[in-house]
């Protein structure tokens, strides 16, 4: 069973820029679709961003298109999103979520398809 461990979030102003980074331990990310997801306290969860297992294929949430990009080093076990231009309203607490799957080139934008699920990293952004 794969343990996540997202690390990067801090406190940036609107404009700039943070990397956030999921470690994994007890499985290799490779065999695992990854994703990034995030929620405002009194908010649904919302999808954020997604990678497939060889990393070719990735897909956006529209409201972070073109200032997020998702990453993954099978070799380094880690998977990673660089988010620049943030605005005030990407504040949230930013999780890293896991699914396997047998597809190389498949991710998954819901939630519940992730069985597996980091402690989150609190990103907050002033304006």
């Known amino acids: 069973q794969v343990q996540l461990v997202e690390s990067g979030g801090g406190l940036v102003q609107a404009g700039g820029s943070l990397r956030l980074s999921c470690a994994a331990s007890?499985?290799?990310?490779?065999?695992?679709?990854m994703g990034w997801f995030r929620r405002v306290r009194g908010k649904e969860r919302e999808f954020v961003s997604a990678i497939s297992r060889s990393g070719v294929t990735t897909t956006y949430a529209d409201s972070v298109k073109g200032r997020f990009a998702i990453s993954r080093d099978n070799a380094k076990n880690t998977v990673s999103l660089q988010m620049n231009s943030l605005k005030s309203e990407d504040t949230a607490v930013y999780y890293c979520?896991?699914?396997?799957?047998?597809?190389?080139?498949?991710?998954?934008?819901?939630?519940?398809?992730?069985?597996?699920w980091g402690q989150g990293t609190q990103v907050t952004v002033s304006s």
């Open positions: 007890g499985g290799t990310v490779s065999g695992y679709a």
């Open positions: 979520a896991a699914a396997g799957t047998i597809y190389r080139d498949t991710y998954f934008h819901a939630g519940d398809r992730y069985p597996y």
